[in-house]
C-alpha cells in the first residue's frame, strides 16, 4: 500500500485519461503535463487528501519588492490539476492543501502562493463530492512578512464551471469556493430535506439552484392483467401505460 503520490508523478503522461486514488494515499502533488487526464476519483475516507506541490514553481505571475537591503519575490503559483482536461471528478473525502512556502537567504526571501487544487481547470462539467467530505480547503489567506507587507493569497475558488454538482453530505462542506460563473450557472442536486441547510451555508448560498435529490423507486403495477415493473421512477413521474396512447399515461401520487 503507497501514500503518497509525488509532485510530478505522471510528469508529460499525456495519455493518462483516469486516476483513481485509493483511501491509502495521504498526499499528492501536482499533475503537469496530464492534459488528457479527464477523469478522477478520490475514493471515500474519513482522513483528508493533503495537495502538497511545494517545490513546484509553475508560477503564472509574480511580485518584486525591494526593501531594507533584501529582494522579496512572490510567485503565485498554479493549482494541483491546472492543464489537465478534467470533466469528471469524484470527491470522496476532505481536502487540505498547502497555501504557500517561504525560502529565504541572507538578501532575498521567495513565497510560493499557491493556488486550490482544481482553480482554472475550466472543464469540469460534473463533480460529486461524497458523504465523507467535510472540508473542500481554504478560500483565502493572507501572510505577513518580516516587513509588514501583507499579500492576499490568490482567490482560492475551489471549483470553477461545472454543469452539474451533487453533494451527497446533508451538511454543507465547509470551505466551499465557486467562481461566478458555477454560482450562476450550475446546478447543485443535494440530499433530501437538507436544502434550506446548504441555501444558509457559506459558499453555497450564492447558487441560485440548488434542488433536493428525490428518491428513487422500483414500482410494480398491473393492466390488463399483466404486471409490470419499473425501476428508477422519482416522485411525480409519469408513467405510460403500456400498449396504449400517450394520453392513457398517469402521474403517480404519493
Known sequence: TFKNIGNKAFYNCPKLQELHIPASVETIGSFDGCKGLRRLYIEDGDK????????????????????????????????????????????????????HTVSKNTTTVSYCLYAAPFVDVDSLKKVTIG??????????????????????????????????????NPIPPSGASFTDNAYKNSVVIV???????????????????????????????????????????????????????????YTLVW
Open 131 to 168: 458523504p465523507l467530505v467535510k472540508d473542500l480547503g481554504s478560500q483565502s489567506d493572507t501572510i505577513d512578512t518580516e516587513f509588514s507587507y501583507k499579500v492576499e493569497i490568490y482567490d482560492s475558488h475551489v471549483l470553477g464551471m461545472q454543469d452539474t454538482i451533487a453533494v451527497l
Open 191 to 249: 440530499p433530501k430535506g437538507s436544502i434550506s441547510n446548504y441555501k444558509e451555508a457559506f459558499g453555497w448560498k450564492k447558487f441560485v439552484n440548488i434542488k433536493e435529490k428525490l428518491k428513487k423507486y422500483t414500482v410494480t403495477y398491473v393492466v390488463n392483467d399483466e404486471i409490470y415493473t419499473k425501476e428508477e421512477v422519482t416522485e411525480g413521474d409519469t408513467l405510460i401505460l403500456p400498449n396504449g396512447p400517450v394520453k392513457e399515461g
Open 48 to 99: 483528508p487528501l493533503y495537495v502538497d506541490i511545494e517545490g513546484t514553481r509553475n508560477s503564472y505571475n509574480s511580485v518584486n519588492k525591494y526593501v531594507n537591503g533584501k529582494q522579496y519575490y512572490f510567485y503565485y503559483c498554479h493549482g494541483a490539476f491546472y492543464g489537465t482536461s478534467l470533466d469528471s471528478v469524484y470527491i470522496g473525502r476532505s481536502i487540505n492543501y498547502k497555501m
